[in-house]
């Protein structure tokens, strides 16, 4: 963990307990070729995956299943210029079996968007980077 101009770099386990205390991240993805982010509400799983809790007829839903997105969630104070940035990047994929959706029906995450029904998304941790600022000082940019 190495500091810098007021910035410490995260190991891994720090990164997913900083990451479970948030409900609300963002998926960076592509979409008609160009990048797309998108807030959603998520839960971390036993494995660290990121889940979330879509209508399966979401847009969000067609674009990642299959494809390495990244993941990011944070948590700043303006007050005392401090806080945190967790990035996960991964392979993000539909659940399909019966019995891991039931169990993520039952202790899953719950969508905070309305839905008659839902899927789950996953999204495997297989790179996960985080720094957190603290209190940096207010300097114009380019000058020290």
């Known amino acids: 963990m190495m500091e810098n101009d007021g910035f ?11 990451m479970a205390k948030v409900p609300v991240g963002r998926v960076v993805y592509t ?11 998520f839960s971390l799983d036993a494995d660290a ?20 997105v990244a993941f990011e969630a944070d948590e ?11 990035v996960i990047t991964g392979r993000a994929a539909l659940v399909t079996d019966p019995a ?6 039952q202790q899953g995450p719950r969508s905070w968007m309305p839905s008659r029904d839902s899927v ?15 209190g940096a000082r207010a300097t114009p940019c380019g000058r020290p």
């Open 120 to 134: 789950f998304l996953r999204i495997g941790c297989e790179m996960v980077t985080g720094r957190e600022l603290t």
């Open 49 to 68: 995956a990121v889940l979330m809790c879509t209508s399966p007829a979401s847009d969000l839903v067609d674009a990642i299943n299959g494809v390495v």
């Open 100 to 105: 891991e959706h039931e169990r993520l029906a």
């Open 76 to 86: 700043f104070d303006a007050a005392t210029r401090s806080g945190w940035s967790v």
């Open 8 to 18: 410490r770099a995260l190991d891994r386990q720090e990164c997913l307990r900083l």
């Open 31 to 41: 979409r008609h070729a160009l990048p797309a982010v998108m807030p959603v509400n």
